[in-house]
């Protein structure tokens, strides 16, 4: 296994599987066996709908990196019925989460009696102190 998270699941190594009998039979149809032009687009939509169908069944992974505990192909997706977060193939089956908000981020400072508030520090000058 690498050390990237580059989806190996069931469904991505389903769907690579069924598609590269498509492929093979589209190419057979290039080298003259008629048949395989019609058999090829058949696969081929066969792979897509098998790999769809096992990602909303929790086979395949959402998008971007998953913690390492999860690489595993044979580790669930417990997240995958309520759909993913930009998730096309979720939201083409009806899932739609709505992204977390952002956590809200501080304005900036400001002191009680508005002093200082051009952002730069100010030094004070105590009585005793005789440097000018």
Not at 34 to 52: E, K, M, N, Q, R
């Amino acid at each position: 296994m690498s050390l990237h998270d580059d989806g190996h699941t069931v469904a991505g190594w389903t769907g690579t599987a069924i598609g590269t009998a498509g492929s093979a039979a589209l190419g057979l149809a290039v080298c003259g066996w008629t048949p395989g032009f019609a058999l090829g687009i058949a696969i081929s939509v066969l792979a897509l709908l098998a790999t769809w169908g096992l990602h909303l069944a929790g086979w395949g992974k959402p998008p971007g990196p998953r913690p390492r505990d999860q690489w595993s192909p044979w580790v669930r997706d417990r997240s995958a019925r309520g759909g993913h977060v930009d998730c096309l193939g979720c939201r083409l089956a009806g899932r739609r989460r709505i992204p977390a908000p952002l956590p809200a981020v501080p304005g900036p400072a400001t002191s009680p009696e508005g002093a200082g508030t051009t952002g730069t520090p100010t030094a004070t000058v105590s009585a005793g102190d005789s440097s000018s």
